[in-house]
């Protein structure tokens, strides 16, 4: 009985011209989950640079707040 349903329902889909859009959208997936994967790299590289970036004003931003707390003193 499931099989006649989906039989039917491809039948179906193929009548209203259904078909050929999803041959297309299924196509355009691995297309797609390339272009994410791409987006995926990318923000993972921009991620480590501001990491990095960050680890590197650590100590520069100590170093300007002990100057400040000096300089207040004076």
């Known amino acids: 009985r499931i099989g006649q349903m989906a039989r039917n329902l491809h039948d179906t ?3 209203l011209g259904y078909d050929k859009l ?3 959208t299924v196509s355009a997936l691995p297309d797609a989950k390339d272009r994410l994967a791409y987006v995926a790299n990318l923000t993972e ?9 960050t680890d590197i004003a650590n100590p520069l931003v100590e170093q300007i707040e002990t100057s400040a707390q000096a300089l207040g003193q004076r």
Do not use: D, H, K, T
Not at 46 to 52: D, G, T
């Open 13 to 15: 889909l193929g009548q």
């Open 22 to 24: 999803i041959e297309q």
């Open 45 to 53: 590289q921009a991620a480590c640079r501001v990491l990095n970036a």
